[in-house]
DNA sequence: GATGAAGTAGGTGAAATCCCGTATTTGGTT
DNA sequence: AACCAAATACGGGATTTCACCTACTTCATC
């Protein structure tokens, strides 16, 4: 094989990532040239590594896969993103799209799908799983019924970040006002704000949407 | 090697399955004889793959690890239990040891000390790690100084558990009254021994509690 | 048949949160 | 310069939850 992708695995459990550099130890197409724990050592690294595809877990505590494929694909546009995550929610598949990520599989996927993916990817394509291509199916149709829907993706601002954190952690509208330096009014409006662009009910939704989305770590 | 020990891997996320049959595939002391993706289809499987140790993921929806352990242990005693967290919390470990598990390890640890755990589990003897094995130290010695402080793993009653379940649900208390057929009181009794006993203190602690003992998935 | 744990239910007052608003300042865009 | 979105802040009343109790019933166990 004239050549040979350089792949970066970036999980926070090295047993995961042992496991997939296991699995690509006999494929001559793919040489696994770096695993790291956090995006952070990623981008310390990536300068000298020179990776052509990066798979990427999705739930990572600090930095989540989302952000990494964001930065990665501002900074580092040549490098490829396959997405790995436990969950596969129509949120976490929109948003990783959305940043950039040209595959997309669930943990639950098989080796043999993992090295199909990169595959595709290595030949420029994307390639998304076939059970997360179900998701986005139905998602498309549900674009092109309601017109106008993906408000699920609204972007929270940096302050309604914080405040979800907080709230995450299990603070109340005073601790986090204290926190934050602000009044517990003014923590309430943002706490609306966010139930609203979110579409959630209350605080306990709030937190799952939270540890969903990589915002906490349990 | 005359003694081949039969392995079974339990965790929902094939790729993790796959990784750590991929790390054992070199190896000759230990054959896979199966993997699994959760407690009902190991019960099911247990008796045709006679294994002789379970390798398990402590953090799985429906049955969680630990509570897999212990069927294991009070229904085949002979078969060993090495769990895998992602997390290493006190609370896990010590409920895992009082499950009866004989080996932990967090998955952030390397291919190498795996082997080392199961090497170490099939003579008969413990391992937890060397991570685990501080914070099991600390824990003793914890112990020791208080008499008798191992209060966090008190159990929840029956109803308890609904009741915590439908919280982390994000229902109301007259949500919740309403689903169980109790009076709104009541449900108020019941939360407010759920955070006695587990030593929680509020809602939001309660459903993270919840989330990270499996007793719902996200 | 006493004892205790689990499940049920209630009282009361304080505290927190929710839900409807409005308003000011700041920073960026057009 | 005009405009808008974001962040900040507050009001008032309704509703929910919290905290700390008491109390009854059932059921198993000793």
């Known amino acids: 094989m004239i050549n040979t992708k350089k792949i970066i695995i970036v999980d926070d459990h090295k047993i995961v990532r042992d496991g997939i550099r296991a699995m690509l130890l006999c494929n001559k197409s793919f040489s696994v040239v770096g695993d790291l724990a956090s995006g952070k050592e990623l981008f310390q690294q990536l300068n000298s590594l020179t990776p052509d595809i990066v798979i990427l877990d999705i739930g990572m505590p600090e930095m989540n896969g989302v952000e ?10 040549a490098v490829k993103v396959l997405i790995l995550s436990a969950n596969a929610s129509e949120d976490w598949i929109v948003s990783a799209i959305k940043a950039g990520a040209v595959g997309f599989l669930p943990k639950e996927c098989s080796s043999g799908e993992l090295i199909k993916a990169l595959r595709h990817i290595s030949r420029g394509e994307n390639y998304y799983g076939e059970s997360i291509a179900s998701i986005i199916y139905r998602s498309y149709v549900n674009i092109l019924r309601d017109k106008e829907s993906p408000k699920r993706t609204e972007e929270l601002t940096e302050r309604e970040s914080d405040v979800l954190k ?6 109340s509208f005073k601790e986090i006002a204290d926190k934050l330096c602000i009044s517990p ?5 943002h706490k609306i704000n966010i139930l609203n662009k979110l579409e959630l009910k209350n605080t306990i939704e709030m937190v799952k949407y939270a540890i969903k989305n990589g915002i906490i770590d349990l």
Do not use: C, Q, W
């Open 68 to 77: 990494i494929t964001g930065k990665l694909n501002r900074e580092y546009p």
């Open 166 to 171: 907080a709230f995450s952690e299990g603070l």
């Open 185 to 189: 009014r003014t923590v309430e409006s």
